[in-house]
């Protein structure tokens, strides 16, 4: 028998609510972002439940849970967005212009070389829409398990997930310090000098801490961990306030300023990463999510080399 399942899954508009809601994790971000009020927002909501016949999402410590029904109802929205996404680029390319969105999901650290990325492509595809969603690792995972995205970019992508990938950038990740804490002043430094120093580490799922959890485990070494923090930026300040050292990836200093940082050369470092862009094998590719990846390949991946290679400081140099 014929399912008439669509028929009672809501309009195309709800579709577009419902992926807000789940992307922005709450109604106040999701009405701000769709420019709608919150009550319009929860009304729709609501409808769809009541289309489907059983609830899509609950609120836990002030948080939305979206029940496995309703996950369900997102890859399909996420599908069925992706249709019409389709049909707009066709129809664009009859007409002589490029159009469509382009969905991303990316670790948090990445975030400082993907609009370097962006830029150029948009240049030649201005009318393309961008979803942007910033993330830490186990956070982009869980998208990616959900197949919300065109693309997630990790630096170290999950291994127990049916993906496809390409590596495209070196991630090394360097210790820091403050130019005048006293490690900085000391040369032909080990891992052992920097395990002594207080250290200020990233929090639980971040990519850079699952790589330095690694690292650690190869030298059977461990780090006299002071604080645990979720931000770049305020570790950076924290080091620039002298209350510790950190390891980092490079791309923090090069593209997100790093005054009175310095690189400090311990022998065992830097960790030798590489940043990937990875999509799932089960979603079928936009034509514009074809047309991005083959601009990562070639002038992005040019670009962003090219970038790293002037702004390769050497070790304990101070920076400007």
């Known amino acids: 028998m014929k399912s008439r399942l669509h028929a009672h899954v809501g309009t195309i508009r709800q579709l577009e609510i419902l992926l807000a809601v789940h992307d922005k994790g709450s109604i106040k ?3 701000k972002a769709l420019f709608l009020t919150q009550p319009t927002v929860s009304i ?6 009541q289309a489907m016949g059983t609830p899509l999402y609950n609120y836990t410590n002030r948080q939305i849970l979206f029940t496995d029904i309703g996950l369900e109802l997102v890859k399909t929205a996420v599908e069925v967005l992706d249709s019409f996404a389709r049909l707009d ?24 070389f993907i609009p370097h990325l962006l830029g150029p492509f948009l240049e030649e595809y201005p009318d393309i829409d961008i979803q942007l969603n910033i993330g830490n690792r186990e956070q982009t995972i869980e998208r990616l398990k959900q197949g919300v995205d065109d693309f997630y970019v990790f630096s170290h992508p ?6 496809e990938s390409i590596e495209f950038l070196r991630n090394p990740l360097v210790a820091i310090a403050h130019e005048d804490h006293p490690i900085a002043k000391k040369k032909n430094l080990t891992l052992k000098d920097l395990c002594k120093e207080p250290f200020i580490m990233r929090e639980k799922g971040s990519g850079t801490r699952y790589a330095i959890e690694e690292f650690l485990k190869q030298y059977k070494a461990s780090l ?23 390891i980092l990836s490079a791309h923090t200093l090069m593209y997100g300023g790093q005054s ?9 470092l830097p960790i030798n990463a590489h940043w990937f862009f990875v999509w799932s094998k089960s979603k079928r590719q936009t034509l514009i999510a074809s047309k991005f990846l083959n601009h990562i390949e070639t002038n992005g991946r040019a670009l962003l080399q090219k970038e790293m290679l002037k702004n ?6 101070v920076a400007e």
Not at 44 to 49: C, D, N, V
Not at 260 to 268: A, C, D, F, S, T
């Open 89 to 112: 680029m066709a129809i664009g390319n009859i007409k002589g212009f490029k159009s469509g969105t382009l969905r991303l999901a990316v670790v948090t650290t990445s975030k400082y």
């Open 29 to 31: 971000e999701a009405a």
């Open 158 to 163: 999950p291994s127990d997930i049916e993906t």
């Open 260 to 268: 009175g940082l310095v690189r400090l050369p311990i022998k065992e």
């Open 312 to 317: 390769d400081l050497p070790y304990s140099q």
């Open 44 to 49: 729709q909501m609501k409808k769809l439940a």
């Open 224 to 246: 006299n961990v002071k604080m645990t923090i979720e931000s770049n930026e305020a570790i950076k300040h924290l080091v620039m306030s002298k209350l510790g050292i950190s």
